[in-house]
């Protein structure tokens, strides 16, 4: 039984509760929403026989973030790879993806899985191409190998690019930036050299067995995200969300989980129509986007332009939200980048899920807003997202030859100091009102 077979039996289980709880729901709303389709517990039975806390990922639920990490051919390490994760979560990513690629992907993705308590996902793709000299001498049961590996690893979320087939490559000839998703790359690459279809769409019903068994969740690739501006809602991203579409219906017979992957750059005034196009074409399966970039222009900067779009996205019904660090484009990230890209994620699904109302979504806002007038400062510091960063500034301000108060009356903004600050001028204002 999986989390999606249970639901329809009517079954509520210990995981649905556990999300049901830290979602102020009704257990029974969480087990509808997963036997409707809307909602996914990527928890494989491996994982959750060791360390694992389920989560929900739904547009019913708060908006979910995840960080993408791994390990380079080209750079980095397993032990950085491991620190870059576990950083990640402590400033709340609410899953991973581990994309590692090079050497000794086997044992990092082993320790990550160890490592942490939430979601872990991979593209299996890569670690075939590792294994083999060329990705053109894959056979379909390499590919199943692999998934059938990563699944007894206890990987609780898979992407597949299944949806992307022979008749879609034609319509990228128009495109600025071709193919940018690197296991769409490969899985066309493999057939064109070969004239045949994608062995994985093909091996579809083989691919669900094995994902059923561990209840892995599917996360079907979209393999022809647009990379800029110009490629952005054109048919071939549509063309493979409509067999996206076919694909989720033939996971769910299988009795499997299913999310669906969205678009990396798209204009703003496109975001709702993309969005609901694909709740639409996927019957309400969990939307799981990267971004979107909403301008091409800002590299150093991409997790402020994907940051803005993942808002939108998330707003008007995207699930979770893949992060993007400041060296998107540019390199692999390092600590601090984990950070920032992490931090402007939770800001964007924080500002969506407060517009979307969600349960006590503001709760924590109202919170900080108080302390932030009664100039209370480490209540402001514990309720901040990122409560280093937040004392750290403040410290930094404290002690500047401007505004020196150690060890004095801390009783104003750090910004505007005791004669501006419009806070204590405000109380001062009432307590001459109560004479």
Not at 14 to 27: D, H, N
Not at 36 to 56: M, S
Not at 331 to 345: C, F, K, S, T
């Amino acid at each position: 039984m999986t989390q999606y077979t249970e639901a329809l039996s009517g079954n509520i289980t210990p995981e649905m509760i556990a999300v049901a709880k830290s979602e102020f729901l009704e257990p029974e709303a969480v087990r509808h929403e997963i036997a409707q389709g809307r909602l996914v517990i990527p928890a494989n039975k491996v994982h959750l026989q060791k360390n694992l806390q389920p989560i929900g990922i739904g547009i019913a639920l708060r908006t979910k973030i995840n960080a993408n990490l791994g390990n380079s051919a080209l750079s980095s390490n397993a032990d950085c790879e491991i620190a870059k994760v576990q950083y990640a979560v402590k400033y709340g990513a609410d899953t991973v993806m581990d994309l590692s690629t090079g050497s000794d992907i086997n044992l990092i993705r082993q320790r990550i899985i160890d490592g942490v308590t939430v979601p872990v996902g991979t593209v299996p793709l890569y670690q075939v191409c590792e294994e083999l000299d060329d990705i053109l001498d894959m056979t379909p049961q390499h590919f199943l190998d692999a998934v059938e590996h990563q699944a007894k690893q206890g990987v609780d979320y898979m992407t597949i690019h299944a949806g992307l087939l022979r008749k879609h490559l034609p319509m990228i000839d128009s495109r600025l930036a071709g193919i940018v998703s690197r296991g769409g790359s490969l899985t066309a690459k493999w057939m064109v050299a070969h004239r045949k279809e994608n062995p994985f769409y093909e091996h579809f019903d083989a691919l669900c067995e094995i994902m059923r068994e561990y209840d892995v969740c599917w996360s079907i690739g979209d393999g022809l995200r647009p990379g800029c501006l110009h490629d952005a809602s054109d048919a071939a991203q549509f063309g493979e969300l409509d067999t996206m579409g076919e694909l989720a219906d033939r996971a769910w017979k299988h009795g499997c989980q299913v999310m669906i992957e969205g678009p990396g750059h798209i204009p703003l005034d496109e975001i709702e129509m993309n969005i609901k196009r694909q709740i639409e074409v996927c019957k309400g399966a969990p939307f799981y986007v990267l971004g979107p970039v909403v301008c091409d222009i800002a590299p150093g900067y991409d997790h402020i332009t994907s940051a803005i779009g993942a808002t939108l996205a998330a707003y008007y019904g995207a699930a979770m939200l893949c992060y993007v660090t400041p060296k998107e484009h540019l390199g692999l990230p390092n600590m601090e980048d984990v950070r920032q890209g992490v931090i402007a994620y939770k800001i964007a699904a924080h500002a969506a899920d407060v517009a979307r109302k969600r349960p006590h979504a503001r709760d924590r806002d109202d919170a900080i807003s108080r302390a932030r007038f009664a100039f209370d400062w480490e209540s402001q510091f514990r309720l901040a997202l990122d409560p280093d960063r937040a004392r750290e500034y403040y410290e930094e301000s404290r002690q500047s030859g401007s505004c020196n108060v150690s060890g004095g009356d801390e009783r104003f903004c750090t910004m505007c100091g005791p004669k501006f600050c419009a806070m204590k001028t405000t109380q001062e204002l009432r307590e001459l009102a109560d004479r």
